[in-house]
């Protein structure tokens, strides 16, 4: 049983520039979170999506954007980047409610 | 004031010994309380989570929530190095379900 994935592993982009990242949930979840966790720090919620549509959002500004998928694999869109925006991107997968959500081994980006 | 407090440690003990690890929250409407284990540069893990108040044991692990302080723990018996990680608390409830983390606390278990 495939836990949740995604690609890629490792990401360097330059200020400016956009970049997609990738999700692909535990098998029977149908719901995706993503968070964004900088270096010492928890990871902080981004948005959540559900039958393919953004259910709830944190924090971020409107350069951060969402896809779910019909097969509920999902995508994180980040425009314009800055290097604050440089951070490890997990995505988690959950089901129904989706309050116990599972990680995937996250994306790292690094804005330079 | 954050929402969810957790001490960063780093917290270093001996092989064998219990560990105590700990968060405290001030919103009242979480319901869930989930303790995640992060190695170095990988995704957190999920180890343990609880519904409302009571304590539960899994292993060397049990959770403790103790919703009246608004108080969670989570205790490792018989810790071994290959627990040495750091250690995330996180909480949801309310209305919605996103996850709100502690910054999390590094653990060192030492031969």
């Known amino acids: 049983d495939a836990g949740v994935t995604q690609s890629p592993t490792h990401l360097i982009k330059t200020r400016g520039q956009q970049v997609t990242l990738r999700c692909s949930p535990k098998s029977g979840h149908d719901t995706v979170s993503w968070y964004q966790q900088a270096l010492g720090q928890g990871p902080q919620f981004i948005f959540q999506y559900y039958e393919e549509e953004e259910r709830q959002r944190g924090n971020f500004p409107d350069r951060f954007s969402g896809h779910q998928f019909p097969n509920y694999s999902s995508e994180l869109n980040v425009n314009a980047l800055l290097l604050g925006d440089s951070a490890l991107y997990l995505c988690?997968?959950?089901?129904?409610?989706?309050?116990?959500?599972?990680f995937g081994a996250g994306t790292r980006l690094s804005v330079l | 004031q954050k929402e969810v407090e957790q001490d960063p440690g780093p917290l270093s003990v001996p092989e064998g010994a219990i560990v105590s690890l700990n968060c405290t929250y001030s919103n009242s409407a979480f319901q869930y309380f989930m303790w995640y284990r992060q190695y170095s540069r990988k995704g957190p893990e999920l180890l343990m989570y609880?519904?409302?108040?009571g304590n539960k044991e899994d292993g060397r692990f049990t959770a403790q929530v103790d919703k009246s302080s608004k108080y969670i723990s989570l205790f490792i018996r018989d810790s071994q190095p290959s627990d040495s990680a750091t250690y995330l608390c996180a909480m949801s409830g309310g209305g919605g379900n996103k996850l709100t983390f502690g910054t999390g606390t590094q653990l060192k278990v030492e031969l």
């Open positions: 988690a997968s959950s089901s129904g409610t989706g309050n116990i959500q599972y």
């Open positions: 609880t519904y409302s108040s």
